[in-house]
């Protein structure tokens, strides 16, 4: 595994390092120790999939309250989809700055997304498919989000909403960001 930081602090762009043959190829995925010697939560209490039938498909930005923040790791294991950390933890030195990249199952990369960030991704094609390992389990009364337009964030998505685009009725209405 390639470990690349990038310029939210402790958001990593992590590309496989494929090993290559006439059958295919084999790559990890995941270290636990890896994570660990770079600072980065090792723990995997859930893994979640989401499948994205339409292309444009907008989901998040969302997050868990503490004292359940969680940290991800996300992986397009089919499709692609351009995917966004955003840094909401008041203390640190990128707060409210995001960071995209384009996770496909051709590029085998996948986002490390710290506890304290939210998390949100728009499907670039259609029949796209998310894997997530996520460092705690889902608490539904933690659970939380901003809204993929707040003009506090100003983050480029590729093919904004409306424009015919699936997006849940949740995710539109979340209000304003209060810093």
Request: glycine share 8%; aromatic share 10%.
């Amino acid at each position: 595994m390639i470990f690349r930081p990038t310029q939210i602090a402790g958001v990593w762009l992590i590309e496989a390092e494929r090993i290559a043959d006439e059958r295919g190829h084999f790559a990890r995925t995941y270290d636990a120790a890896e994570f660990a010697g770079r600072g980065l939560e090792a723990a995997i209490a859930q893994c979640s999939v989401s499948f994205n039938a339409r292309a444009g498909t907008l989901r998040g930005l969302h997050y868990q309250a503490e004292p359940h923040a969680e940290a991800k790791l996300v992986r397009c294991t089919r499709g692609a989809i351009h995917d966004v950390a955003l840094d909401l933890r008041p203390d640190s030195p990128t707060y409210l700055d995001s960071y995209a990249a384009e996770l496909s199952a051709e590029n085998g990369s996948a986002l490390f997304v710290p506890a304290g960030c939210a998390h949100g991704f728009q499907t670039l094609v259609a029949d796209s498919e998310v894997g997530y390992q996520i460092s705690v389990p889902y608490i539904p009364g933690a659970a939380r989000g901003v809204r993929w337009d707040d003009p506090a964030f100003a983050i480029d998505w590729p093919d904004p909403p409306p424009g015919g685009r699936t997006m849940s009725a949740r995710d539109a209405a979340f209000p304003d960001y209060q810093r």
